[in-house]
Each structure stands twice: as structure tokens, then as C-alpha cells.
T-cell receptor
Framework: GEDVEQSLFLSVREGDSSVINCTYT??????LYWYKQEPGAGLQLLTY?????DMKQDQRLTVLLNKKDKHLSLRIADTQTGDSAIYFC????????FGTGTRLQVFP | KAGVTQTPRYLIKTRGQQVTLSCSPI?????VSWYQQTPGQGLQFLFE???????NKGNFPGRFSGRQFSNSRSEMNVSTLELGDSALYLC?????????????FGAGTRLSVL
């Protein structure tokens, strides 16, 4: 069946780059998403990429999509303490399938 | 433009009761989807409504139901509440059905079942 997998934890030093990875098994959606969730909050759309693109850059965020390997990644440049949150990738079918979420911890 | 609005934000119910949650989509959006988030199961799709019709349904028991009104506002209902229904319920809206358009989420309704 459809499945999306992510690593559970990532810890980085403030100012470094963070890379969060995601793999999926199906691909029928036009979009693949990255959402951010802070404690006690809903899901904030961070960025998205069209399924026919390979890369998208949006300020400090870079999304890479490898359709052949069904791999999606999110790179956050110059990671700040305010980036500490859980990051979910989602897609890629006609109902959003979410990964388990990657908890990003940024330390000074 | 106002975002997706979910009411209430917090609810406390007891086992056996029923509950209704509301979601007002972004103006102009006709698709509303519901998701349940729990620590154990993560984010799971409940159902999607588009133009007042249920378009897709997740793997949840019949106690979970929903509907959409002509103004695109949606409600979900959970009957005979169980402890395991305690969760954050999230609603998302988009102009077109899921898969073909960007999904925007509300802040969620946190339901506690005692």
C-alpha cells in the first residue's frame, strides 16, 4: 500500500544546514509537501514541489525530488532555534499520506 | 484572506458521548479533508468532501462521519466516544480535490475523551 517514511530525529547546531529525508512508495499526486508542526499547533505549509520538478528553492529552504528513487528531501540553510519543530513530508496520492515526522532539534 | 478555521479548539468529553467538530475552509475552497493525529498512529486520513459529496474515506469505523454544506463548511461527528478517540483533529482545505491542489490546514481541535 501507500507509505511514506522519514527518520524520527535530527539534531543540528544553530547556523548549520539541516537535511530531512523522506521516501514514498506511490506517486499519483501533483504535489509533494513539507509541513511544519510546532508544539500544540496545527500543520503549517512550509513548502511544496510539483511532481514534475526536480528542485525548488524558497529562501532558506531547498526541496529536492528524485522521482526515480521516490525520495524527497528538505534542506534548511542556516538553521535557527526557531526551526525546532516536527517536519512532515506528505503526498503523494489523492489523499495525503504523511510520514511519521522528523523532530528537528536545534542547539546553540 | 482568512485561513482554515476549526472550532472549537479544545473539547473534553466522556466515553459514550458524541461530538461534532466544525471546519470553515478558506474562501473559495471547495474541498475539505479531515485528519486524525495521535502519538501512536501519527496523522491519518479520515475523509474528504468536495462539493458536498464524500470523495474519499480512510480506514475508520462508522462512528466517524462527516458532511459538507453548500457553503463548503464541513462538520465531522464522532459517536459513542472511546478513550482512543482522544486526538488532534485537523481539517484541510483546497480549491480542488486532494492531489491536484495545495492543502492548507487549520489549527486543529484537540479532543480529550475521559
Amino acid at each position: 500500500g501507500e507509505d511514506v517514511e522519514q527518520s524520527l530525529f535530527l539534531s543540528v547546531r544553530e547556523g548549520d544546514s539541516s537535511v530531512i529525508n523522506c521516501t514514498y512508495t506511490d506517486s499519483s499526486s501533483t504535489y509533494l509537501y513539507w509541513y511544519k508542526q510546532e508544539p500544540g499547533a496545527g500543520l503549517q505549509l512550509l513548502t511544496y514541489i510539483f511532481s514534475n520538478m526536480d528542485m525548488k528553492q524558497d529562501q532558506r529552504l531547498t526541496v529536492l525530488l528524485n522521482k526515480k528513487d521516490k525520495h524527497l528531501s528538505l534542506r534548511i540553510a542556516d538553521t535557527q532555534t526557531g526551526d525546532s519543530a516536527i517536519y512532515f513530508c506528505a503526498g503523494p496520492t489523492d489523499k495525503l499520506i504523511f510520514g511519521t515526522g522528523t523532530r528537528l532539534q536545534v542547539f546553540p | 484572506k482568512a485561513g482554515v478555521t476549526q472550532t472549537p479548539r479544545y473539547l473534553i468529553k466522556t466515553r459514550g458521548q458524541q461530538v461534532t467538530l466544525s471546519c470553515s475552509p478558506i474562501s473559495g475552497h471547495r474541498s475539505v479533508s479531515w485528519y486524525q493525529q495521535t502519538p501512536g498512529q501519527g496523522l491519518q486520513f479520515l475523509f474528504e468532501y468536495f462539493s458536498e459529496t464524500q470523495r474519499n474515506k480512510g480506514n475508520f469505523p462508522g462512528r466517524f462521519s462527516g458532511r459538507q454544506f453548500s457553503n463548503s463548511r464541513s462538520e465531522m461527528n464522532v459517536s459513542t466516544l472511546e478513550l482512543g478517540d482522544s486526538a488532534l483533529y485537523l481539517c484541510a482545505s483546497s480549491p480542488h480535490p486532494t492531489g491536484g491542489d495545495i492543502q492548507y490546514f487549520g489549527a486543529g481541535t484537540r479532543l480529550s475523551v475521559l
